[in-house]
C-alpha cells in the first residue's frame, strides 16, 4: 500500500480550538489516563500522532516526566502548540503519519484523536504506528469525542446532504472500521492488536455555546466535511442556517447547552 491523499488543517489553524473545546479538567484527565497506561512517570518517549493545536499534548507534557513528540503535517497548527507546553518537553515534527520518521520501537505510547477519517490510506498509519511503538510494550490509544454538536450544524449538513454537496471523508467513515480492522489482523493471526475501550467516567461534560459562535465557526469553514462545498452552495446554506437560528427563543442572541463526551481505547499487541 503506498501513500495517498489526506486534509491538512493548515487552513483552519487560527479557528481551530474556539471550535474543538474541552475543559481542562477533562484535557488533565485524559493527560493522566495515558500517563497511567504507558507508564509515562518512568519518562519514555510519547507520540501525539496528528497533534494538531496540542490539545492533548500540552497537558501530557505538563504532567509527565516522558518527552512529548507531535507530529502533525500542518505547521500552522502546531505553531498554537509551543505557548501551552512546558519548555523542552514537547518536540514537534513535520510528518505525513503515513512515512513517520522515527525509529522502530521507540514509543511506549501513541495518541490518534480525529485523524484517521481525513486519511485515505489510514490502515498505513496504524502500521506506522505499530512500528514506532515499543515491541509487546507499547500502547496506542484511540480518542474521540462524541456529541457536543449544534442543532445548527446538523441543520447545515442535512441540508448540504439533501444537495449531494457533503462530502464522504476521505479517510475512514468513523471510528469502528479502524477497530475492526486492528482486531480482524488479530484473528487472522498476524501481529494483531487486542483492543479494549477505557473506563472514562470523567470524561463528560456540558458546555453552553452562543449560536453566534456557531454561526461564525460554520462560516469559516472549520469543519474539514464543508471544504469542498462549492462557494454559493455555501452562501445559501449558511442563510438557511442563519434563518434557522433567528427562529430559536432568542434569535441570534440564543445559546445551546451541548452535552459532550470522550471515549478511549487502548490497543496493544502482545
Ligand atoms: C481534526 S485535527 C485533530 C488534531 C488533534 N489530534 C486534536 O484532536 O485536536 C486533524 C489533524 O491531522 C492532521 N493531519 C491530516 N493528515 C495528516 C497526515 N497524513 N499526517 C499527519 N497529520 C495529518 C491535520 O493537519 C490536523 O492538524
Redesign the pocket.
Known amino acids: 500500500m503506498t501513500p495517498g491523499r489526506?486534509?491538512?488543517?493548515?487552513g483552519v489553524a487560527d479557528d481551530?480550538d474556539q471550535t474543538?473545546v474541552i475543559p481542562a479538567a477533562q484535557l488533565e484527565e485524559i493527560a493522566r489516563l495515558l500517563s497511567r497506561e504507558a507508564h509515562l512517570d518512568r519518562g519514555g518517549l510519547f507520540l501525539?500522532?496528528?497533534?494538531?493545536?496540542g490539545?492533548?499534548a500540552a497537558p501530557l507534557a505538563h504532567l509527565c516526566p516522558a518527552q512529548v513528540i507531535g507530529?502533525?503535517?500542518?505547521p500552522a497548527?502546531m505553531a498554537r502548540v509551543a505557548s501551552k507546553a512546558p519548555q523542552g518537553s514537547l518536540s514537534l515534527v513535520q510528518?505525513?503519519?503515513?512515512r513517520l520518521p522515527f525509529r522502530a520501537g521507540a514509543f511506549s505510547g501513541a495518541l490518534?484523536?480525529?485523524?484517521l477519517h481525513?486519511?485515505e490510506q489510514w490502515p498505513l498509519?496504524l502500521r506506522e504506528l505499530h512500528r514506532v511503538l515499543v515491541p509487546h510494550k507499547g500502547c496506542l490509544f484511540l480518542?474521540v469525542e462524541q456529541g457536543g454538536r449544534s442543532a445548527l450544524v446538523d441543520f447545515y449538513y442535512e441540508r448540504a446532504r439533501a444537495r449531494h454537496a457533503l462530502a464522504a471523508s476521505l479517510g475512514s467513515p468513523g471510528l469502528a472500521p479502524v477497530l475492526t480492522h486492528l482486531r480482524r489482523v488479530e484473528r487472522a493471526g498476524g501481529a494483531g492488536a487486542q483492543v479494549v475501550q477505557m473506563e472514562t467516567p470523567a470524561l463528560s461534560w456540558k458546555r453552553v455555546v452562543p449560536v453566534a459562535a456557531t454561526l461564525e465557526a460554520l462560516s469559516g469553514r472549520t469543519y474539514?466535511q464543508m471544504w469542498d462545498i462549492p462557494d454559493a452552495v455555501h452562501a445559501a446554506l449558511l442563510a438557511e442556517t442563519r434563518h434557522q437560528a433567528r427562529r430559536m427563543p432568542r434569535g441570534l442572541d440564543s445559546v445551546e447547552t451541548l452535552s459532550s463526551r470522550f471515549v478511549l481505547y487502548k490497543a496493544w499487541w502482545g
Open positions: 489526506f486534509q491538512s488543517f493548515e481551530y474543538r501525539d500522532a496528528g497533534v494538531g493545536t490539545r492533548f507530529a502533525d503535517v500542518a497548527m510528518a505525513d503519519l503515513q490518534l484523536v480525529h485523524i481525513l486519511i498509519v480518542g474539514s
